[in-house]
Every structure is written in structure tokens, then in C-alpha cells.
């Protein structure tokens, strides 16, 4: 069976972030994409997605850049574009970006400090409809990653593909995501087996994406708890890597 993990990062550039923290053994993990590759490798996993580290806004270019010679001729990769789309020059970097080899957006509104339904942003996620591109938002940590936010955006977007990054928030995830068919959610930091099951009872196998948030994340304890949900093998299949080939047709 093939797996793809939706969410991974590859990539410094200047992250403060994690540098602050002291976070060594991470950052020796994200300079080193044989790393990634080694954890795919152990865990039978066919590619992944990758985008930067969360890094200060100015270098969004630098970091961008970092990410995509990181991964250069390196098929088993799926890169996507990080932005902050506060900045007058995202959507135009998007763009760039998109020639350059991006397949997708990737969006922090918590480490930026921005409301992602919020008009500021929309010129980004104008780019990002046209190009019909995956957007996967970062969700919880925060009021600026509450899944209130993400409904509203699906609400303004509605041919948008939004994955909510993470199942952190699975209350509200199942509240108030299942009315919204543009919406999916990635399966890191879900707290059992039994909450992906539920995540998939609430919106429907086709919404539901294995991620790991490498190396944030394991992919062998993130991928340990799909492959231990409660949930038909046809299910499975569509957590782990079926609904993501839907979501990047015609992109890889």
C-alpha cells in the first residue's frame, strides 16, 4: 500500500523559533533531508509533503527557496509553498513559487498572528483558488489557530481545498467542519486511534489525511495510530494516501 504524509518540513532559514528553544536535534533533522527520507524508508512511506520550518516572515523567499534545493530531483518529495499573506508580496511569491515547482500552501496564522478569514489575506487565497491548489492551515496553540476561523474561510472559498493541519482541535473540528465539503483534516497530534475513527465517522473517510509534522512529529507514532484506528481497510486506505493523490491530481 502506498502512504503519503502530508505534512513535513524540510528547511531553516533563519528559524528563530526553534533556534530559541535550543531545539538542536530538530534542527539537525531539518538541514538534513536524508533524515526524512531515512524515517520514510523504516515506515513504508511512498512520499511526503514538505514545506519550510515556520520562519520569520521577511525570509519567507529564503526559506522557500532553502526548502525547494533541499528537495530538487528528489521525486519521493512534494513540495509546497509557505507563506505569510499578511506581506503585499505573497501573492506574487505564490506565483513564483508555483513555477518554480510548488504543488501546494502552506499557512501558520498562529506563529504570524493573523485571522486566516481575515481580508488582509485574501489576495493569497485568490492565487491559491485559481491555481486550484491544497492549502493546509495550521490549527490550534492559540486563538489564532482556532477552527472557528478555518469554517469561516471555507464559508467565503467554497471551491477552496483547505486541510486543517493537525487534529488537535477535534471538538470543534467535528462541531463545526462536517457542513463544509472544501474542508479536510490532517491526522497529527490526535490523541488515539479511536479520535481518527471519529474524525472519519464525522466527515467521511474522503476528508481525512495521514500527517506527521516531521520531525515535529514521528511518522512511525503518527502512522501507528491510523493504522490502529477502528476503521474499515477501504478507510485506511483513504486516510493514508488515496485522498491525498485527490488532492494533488494533476500537480505531482
Not at 531515512?38 to 516572515?57: A, K, L
Not at 526548502?67 to 512534494?78: H, N
Not at 504543488?103 to 501558520?108: I, S, T, V
Request: glycine letters at 6%; proline letters at 5%; aromatic letters at 8%.
Amino acid at each position: 500500500m502506498s502512504i503519503i504524509d502530508f505534512h513535513t518540513h524540510l528547511g531553516t532559514a533563519k528559524s528563530a523559533f526553534y533556534e530559541e528553544k535550543g531545539e538542536k536535534a530538530l534542527m539537525k533533522h531539518l538541514r538534513d533531508p536524508q533524515s526524512l527520507l531515512s524515517s520514510m524508508d523504516r515506515n513504508g512511506i511512498s512520499q511526503s509533503v514538505v514545506f519550510p520550518s515556520v520562519m520569520i516572515p521577511h525570509t519567507q523567499r529564503q526559506a522557500n527557496e532553502e526548502t525547494l534545493s533541499m528537495v530538487a530531483g528528489k521525486d519521493r518529495f512534494i513540495p509546497f509553498a509557505f507563506i505569510d499573506p499578511r506581506l503585499d508580496e505573497s501573492p506574487s511569491l505564490l506565483e513564483e513559487l508555483l513555477q518554480k515547482g510548488c504543488k501546494g500552501l502552506k499557512l501558520h496564522p498562529v506563529c504570524h498572528g493573523y485571522v486566516v478569514s481575515h481580508g488582509m489575506c485574501s489576495p493569497s487565497f485568490e492565487v491559491a483558488q485559481a491555481h486550484d491548489l491544497p492549502v493546509i492551515i495550521h490549527s490550534g496553540w492559540g486563538e489564532y489557530g482556532e477552527i472557528r476561523f478555518i469554517a469561516q474561510l471555507a464559508e467565503q472559498y467554497k471551491q477552496l481545498k483547505i486541510i486543517v493541519g493537525h487534529m488537535k482541535e477535534y471538538q470543534d473540528i467535528f462541531a463545526l467542519l462536517p457542513r463544509y465539503e472544501n474542508v479536510a483534516v490532517e491526522t497529527s497530534y490526535a490523541t488515539h486511534p479511536r479520535r481518527i475513527a471519529q474524525a472519519v465517522n464525522a466527515l467521511g473517510s474522503e476528508r481525512v489525511l495521514f500527517g506527521s509534522d516531521f520531525p515535529c512529529g514521528q511518522q512511525d507514532f503518527e502512522l501507528y495510530k491510523v493504522l490502529h484506528a477502528p476503521l474499515a481497510e477501504s478507510e485506511k486506505e483513504n486516510v493514508l494516501y488515496k485522498n491525498a493523490e485527490r488532492m494533488l491530481q494533476n500537480k505531482r
